[in-house]
């Protein structure tokens, strides 16, 4: 059996995308079974990024912000990116996100809480970029961008960069509690 490190950064942040990259690329190399990874990338750049690190090893899916999400009628990415990682083979998925989609409209109006709200909050326990890691496959998966059931890699963050990698099987939103997360590649400790 192969030893297996995860990588601790001391804080949450963007300023890690670069080392983050470096373990998923180490990763990859140890790994012949994984031939997807995912990237929550609001702008596209982290996923440009990791393209020119890991781009000729496995499909890369790009995630990114529903439209609103930062205001009405706005798409935190652009056309421009979104052609541009295409042309790289890149694929992007704007879609509702997992844990809050139209729950959040009703708690933002009625307050309390959504059961998912608790999904979410657990996830956060390991780090913001864990629960992107997990939502974002939810939310792959359930456009039909990757299979259920294979190890993927999820990589995600909090607002800008990402400092957070996970191996894990995805499965569709009805079926949130089979989603396992096999194994960190990296998080911050804080």
Same mark, same amino acid.
């Given at each position: ?5 995860? *990588? ?10 670069? &080392? ?11 790994? &012949? ?15 440009? $990024?990791?393209?020119? %690190? ?8 790009? %995630? *990114? ?6 205001? /009405? ?5 652009? #056309? #421009? ?10 694929? *992007? ?14 708690? +933002? ?38 299979? %259920?059931?294979? &190890? ?9 960069? %990402? ?6 099987? /995805?499965? +569709?939103? $009805? ?16």
């Amino acid at each position: 059996m192969a030893r297996k490190f995860i *990588t601790y950064f001391d804080k949450e942040g963007n300023d890690y995308t670069d &080392e983050l990259i470096m373990a998923v690329k180490d990763k990859l190399d140890v790994s &012949e079974d994984i031939k997807r990874v995912l990237i929550a990338s609001s702008s596209g750049k982290s996923a440009l $990024k990791l393209n020119d %690190v890991v781009g000729d090893k496995v499909e890369i899916i790009n %995630v *990114t912000h529903h439209i609103g999400f930062s205001g /009405p009628n706005e798409s935190d990415i652009s #056309e #421009e990116m979104i052609q541009k990682l295409e042309n790289e083979g890149i694929k *992007t998925l704007i879609g509702s996100h997992a844990f809050s989609g139209a729950a959040r409209g009703v708690t +933002n109006k009625y307050g309390g809480y959504s059961p998912l709200d608790v999904v979410a909050d657990t996830f956060r326990m390991f780090s913001h970029g864990i629960k992107v890691g997990a939502e974002i496959s939810i939310m792959a998966a359930d456009a039909g961008l990757i299979p %259920v059931g294979e &190890e993927i890699i999820a990589i995600g963050g909090r607002g800008h960069g %990402v400092d957070s990698a996970v191996i894990l099987t /995805p499965v +569709n939103a $009805k079926n949130l509690f089979d989603l396992k997360i096999k194994e960190i590649i990296a998080m911050p400790r804080d």
